[in-house]
């Protein structure tokens, strides 16, 4: 696609349910970054996939959030058990190449957990 | 070592004024420093990039300042215009494995509002 691609825009979930978020990069970009985005806090790194494969998951806040991608292609960001505190914007961004290009960022999905 | 400081929080600048916003960093592995621009209720764009080989990149108004020993930059945004309000967002990063940080480390934003 033309940039990066997330969905849904928004989500409001009840505290307890979980949550599938997902990304779709930009084609042909091998990188693809999960980041949250907490009022007041900046962008917090999450999780960066190299292909299919996420070499370190030790950003993700909790063992209630996981990631996969699929195909080299699209993400999805899961968070089960959603609390209050999992209230942000998650944001997907793409790059050609880990490390040394620019790095794409989609929208992002607005998640409130009440 | 991951932390990138960036300041001022908040900054209200005359149409047609300097726009200056400051951030330190403390990893020296890093050296790839982006500054991103981001409008409300979209994604953060990249504005203008630097590397620690040249003291200072332009671009049209915008312009990176870089501080190596201080390990400090700074962007400036001249004759400041409606149009520039947004949050900003310094960053950092290193382009060598085992450097640090695999996402950029982000500032805390700063929110730029240009008076007419």
């Known amino acids: 696609g033309a940039g990066v691609s997330q969905s849904p825009s928004n989500k409001v979930t009840e505290k307890g349910k979980d949550v599938e978020l997902r990304c779709d990069p930009i084609s042909g970009h091998t990188a693809l970054y999960w980041y949250r985005q907490s009022l007041g806090q900046g962008l917090e790194f999450l999780i960066y996939?190299?292909?299919?494969?996420?070499?370190?998951k030790s950003g993700l806040p909790s063992d209630r959030f996981s990631a996969e991608r699929t195909g080299g292609s699209v993400s999805t960001l899961t968070i089960q058990r959603t609390q209050q505190e999992d209230s942000a914007v998650y944001l997907c961004?793409?790059?050609?190449?880990?490390?040394?290009?620019?790095?794409?960022f989609g929208q992002g999905t607005r998640l409130t957990v009440v | 070592q991951q932390q990138v400081k960036q300041s001022p929080q908040s900054l209200i600048v005359q149409k047609g004024g300097i726009s200056i916003i400051n951030c330190a960093y403390e990893?020296?592995?890093?050296?790839?420093f982006p500054w991103y621009q981001q409008f409300p209720g979209k994604g953060p764009a990249l504005l203008i990039a630097i590397r620690p080989d040249v003291s200072e990149k332009k671009e049209g108004r915008f312009t990176i300042s870089f501080n190596k020993s201080a390990k400090q930059f700074s962007l400036h945004i001249m004759d400041s215009q409606p149009g520039d309000s947004a949050t900003y967002f310094c960053?950092?990063?290193?382009?060598?494995?085992?450097?640090?940080?695999?996402?950029?480390?982000f500032g805390k934003g700063t929110h730029l509002i240009i008076q007419p």
């Open positions: 961004a793409s790059s050609l190449a880990h490390r040394n290009t620019e790095a794409f």
């Open positions: 990893n020296t592995a890093f050296d790839y």
């Open positions: 996939f190299q292909g299919n494969s996420a070499p370190d």
């Open positions: 960053a950092a990063r290193s382009t060598n494995s085992g450097g640090g940080a695999d996402g950029l480390t």
